[in-house]
């Protein structure tokens, strides 16, 4: 199905979803340089964006967690009434809402404290930090890979290339740092930093092949 034949109402629908899932970005961007603000006691370098969640201030990780869901869930909609009909895309739609409820279960479930006991309420944040972050990285390759096939979104495949390869590179700097004394929180931040492009690129370019403007 090319633009030309998508009807104005999903069209316009599709538009509004893109829209919509920027705005969530854009949030979870503020959200996240609020925090660093309101928090200065808990050093970048050592601690993960989820200690946010503990504490004073909890509530702003909270909503972050759920303007992430929110953003894959309206990105998925959007694309699907783009015209992606491959397989490589619908499993990359259906992992977007296997990664929405995994953002649910990890504002749910807020991390343990640094040097705190383990709890069950942590392990669940950790298993679902680990879905997350594999779902991650699977779904940009996985469009990467259906764009192709698509009149509306073949000229930003390079860019989705790239970016997935960002995000990649990013993924194993994160595992690569998980050792005490070295900068997982730093690693953390550029993987989260590197995502908030991709879903703004990503949508931006949604906007426009769902409103005929690529």
């Avoid at 705190?116 to 996985?142: C, E, K, M, Q």
């Avoid at 259906?146 to 509306?152: E, L, Q, T, V």
């Avoid at 690569?176 to 989260?192: C, D, E, Q, S």
């Amino acid at each position: 199905m090319t633009t030309q034949e998508l009807s104005q109402p999903t069209a316009t629908t599709g538009a509004l979803l893109a829209t919509v899932a920027i705005i969530c970005t854009v949030y979870q961007a503020f959200a996240l340089i609020l925090l660093h603000v309101l928090r200065a006691d808990l050093a970048p370098v050592s601690n993960f964006i989820s200690n946010y969640a503990v504490g004073p201030f909890g509530w702003i990780m909270t909503t972050w967690f759920i303007a992430g869901a929110c953003n894959v869930v309206l990105l998925s909609m959007g694309l699907a009434r783009s015209g992606l009909k491959s397989l490589t895309a619908r499993i990359a739609m259906f992992l977007m809402v296997v990664e929405a409820f995994g953002l649910l279960v990890s504002a749910a479930f807020p991390v343990d404290p640094p040097g705190a006991p383990s709890t069950r309420t942590g392990d669940i944040h950790d298993y679902s930090f680990l879905v997350n972050i594999i779902n991650f990285v699977l779904i940009p390759v996985l469009l990467a890979s259906s764009f192709g096939s698509h009149p509306g979104w073949r000229s930003f495949r390079p860019m989705a290339w790239v970016l997935a390869g960002l995000i990649a590179v990013a993924f194993v700097i994160q595992f690569a740092t998980l050792h005490k004394g070295m900068p997982y929180g730093i690693a953390n931040r550029f993987f989260v930093a590197v995502l908030f492009a991709w879903n703004l690129a990503t949508a931006t370019r949604l906007r426009a092949v769902l409103l005929g403007r690529r």
